[in-house]
């Protein structure tokens, strides 16, 4: 590019700015070569050098090596504060969570709700093996476990298995417990006698809760199945449990004493004792077909066995033929006045049949057996079911 056509590129940029805009680009130039030059100032004319008092720079480094750093503090809230300030006003004592009572909990500074809360933990069965394990308690706050913890009498961690440290917690309470061993029958033995042969309350809880589940002890052995039931417990116990060694004499002794009924028994009217020792099942499934009959009102047919809750279907094969129904035993209910809530507490109607029954029986539509046939809103099923327990 010649000088020449710079000149003209120059010229054409330049007069594309209005006159302002030419003014305002001389005032912005000016002004910036005049900052350049003062902010070089090599000749001195606006910096002088400032010397700093050397004495009052030592004073600030003496007051500076003075100075002690802040301690790091934990943080506290105000509850936590609180539960110091607390504690700084109570004299603690050891003390062990599975046996203290609650007038001690409260002398330790336990609230009259946490006190409530460890003794029905412990009513239930709950155990405190460890220390940590106060910890985990429901309400109990980490500052007041960390002032009780030295009191705690209890291992700080469990270095054995849970068998062996139950072991050990056995042989702990026989120690502050005197046991008296007397002759028993696993099956029927009560709490307190099982307290008194050595058992903790809540290993007897447990004894006594699996009798209720149903489990028979047939032989010495299978007391030791409990797991509550340790191999040294039951070593010092075998002697005295009134039941046979092994199975053999059981059977023989069963066989003569409960032999099987020579006639089938009626269903509908048989108690329960007689159900456990005529079908030979256990007690709580006799119990449950008693209370299934009485919530039909009777059985129409004994295939309804299969319904009970937790009737094997096995064992009815082998008891079919022992049983007999007698369906005029059946309590049937009044289709023309039974309430809406009595309809609904038979095991075979629910509120959308019972709602329909009702809303039948109001248009007048449910006169007789045959009304039933004729609606066709109702299941077959249903319907041959409701013939056996509606009386019109």
């Not at 480094?61 to 802040?70: G, R, S």
């Amino acid at each position: 590019m010649t000088f020449r056509q710079f000149k003209e590129w120059l010229a054409e940029i330049f007069f594309q700015f209005t006159p302002n805009q030419i003014k305002a680009i001389f005032v912005l130039t000016i002004s910036v070569f005049a900052i350049s030059y003062l902010t070089h100032d090599p000749d001195g004319l606006f910096y002088k050098e400032f010397h700093a008092d050397s004495s009052f720079i030592k004073e600030y480094q003496a007051f500076v090596n003075q100075l002690e750093p802040k301690q790091d503090k934990p943080y506290l809230n105000r509850l936590d504060r609180y539960i110091i300030r607390r504690y700084d006003t109570i004299q603690l004592f050891p003390f062990d969570p599975n046996t203290a009572n609650k007038a001690t909990l409260i002398k330790l500074g336990f609230t009259n709700k946490q006190a409530t809360t460890l003794l029905n933990y412990r009513r239930k069965g709950g155990h405190f093996y460890t220390k940590d394990d106060l910890r985990k308690l429901y309400g109990i706050r980490y500052m007041q476990y960390k002032i009780l913890r030295p009191y705690i009498q209890l291992p700080d961690s469990l270095v054995n298995n849970y068998r062996h440290d139950y072991a050990y917690k056995q042989a702990e309470h026989a120690a502050h417990s005197p046991e008296q061993l007397f002759p028993f029958d696993p099956n029927t033995i009560s709490k307190d006698s099982l307290q008194l042969l050595g058992f903790t309350e809540r290993q007897a809880n447990a004894i006594i809760k699996a009798r209720k589940k149903g489990w028979h002890f047939r032989t010495k052995k299978d007391f030791a199945k409990l797991y509550v039931v340790s191999e040294e417990k039951f070593s010092q116990l075998e002697q005295y449990i009134t039941l046979p060694d092994s199975m053999s004499y059981k059977k023989k002794h069963e066989t003569k004493s409960t032999p099987a009924p020579s006639t089938p028994i009626e269903l509908n009217t048989a108690s329960e004792e007689t159900l456990q020792k005529a079908l030979d099942i256990k007690p709580w499934i006799a119990k449950r077909i008693i209370n299934y009959r009485n919530a039909l009102g009777g059985f129409y047919t004994k295939e309804q066995l299969k319904e009970v809750y937790g009737f094997p279907r096995s064992k009815y094969k082998q008891i079919s033929h022992l049983i007999n129904v007698d369906t005029t035993k059946i309590a049937k209910i009044n289709i023309q006045s039974a309430s809406f809530s009595e309809l609904v507490h038979h095991p075979y109607i629910d509120s959308k049949l019972a709602s329909w029954i009702i809303r039948r029986r109001r248009k007048g539509k449910l006169h007789s057996p045959a009304d039933l046939a004729k609606d066709k809103e109702l299941d077959p099923y249903e319907r041959r079911i409701l013939l056996h327990y509606l009386q019109f």
